[in-house]
C-alpha cells in the first residue's frame, strides 16, 4: 500500500498542525478494511504510537501523552486520514509516520517532519 504524508512543519509551542495521509492506489473497498494509525520517532527515541483508528473509523486510541490534544479521523471515501494536533509541545517534535494494517500485513508511509519550538 502507497501512503503519502502531508503537513508537517514548524510551529510554535501551543500552536497546531494537521497531518494528512493518503492512499491514492487502493480502492474503498480496500481502504476500509485497514486499520489506520499515526506513529512518530524523535531522535534518539524508538517510534511510538500516537493514534489509531479502526475500519470504518469506529474506534480511536491514542497515547496517553496526546489525549485530549490530538484527534485521528479518517474519510473513506477519500481514502484519507488525518491527524489533528492542538496545543502541540517541545516534546512532540518527530517524524511522524502514516500506518496501515489489516492483519499481519502493514504498510508505511515516508514520515513528515513536525518540530514544535519557539
Known amino acids: 500500500v502507497q501512503l503519502q504524508a502531508s503537513g508537517g512543519g514548524l510551529v510554535q509551542p501551543g500552536g497546531s498542525l494537521r497531518l494528512s495521509c493518503a492512499a491514492p492506489?487502493?480502492?474503498?473497498?480496500?481502504?476500509?478494511?485497514?486499520?489506520m494509525a499515526w506513529y512518530r520517532q524523535a531522535p534518539g527515541n524508538e517510534r511510538e504510537l500516537v493514534a489509531v483508528?479502526?475500519?470504518?473509523?469506529?474506534?480511536?486510541n491514542y497515547a496517553d501523552s496526546v489525549k485530549g490534544r490530538f484527534t485521528i479521523s479518517r474519510n473513506n471515501s477519500r481514502k484519507t486520514v488525518s491527524l489533528q494536533m492542538n496545543n502541540l509541545r517541545p516534546d512532540d517534535t518527530a517524524v511522524y509516520y502514516c500506518?496501515?494494517?489489516?492483519?499481519?500485513?502493514?504498510?508505511w508511509g515516508q514520515g513528515t517532519l513536525v518540530t514544535v519550538s519557539s
Open positions: 500506518n496501515a494494517r489489516v492483519g499481519v500485513i502493514e504498510s
Open positions: 492506489r487502493l480502492i474503498f473497498s480496500e481502504f476500509i478494511k485497514y486499520d
Open positions: 483508528i479502526t475500519t470504518r473509523g469506529g474506534s480511536t
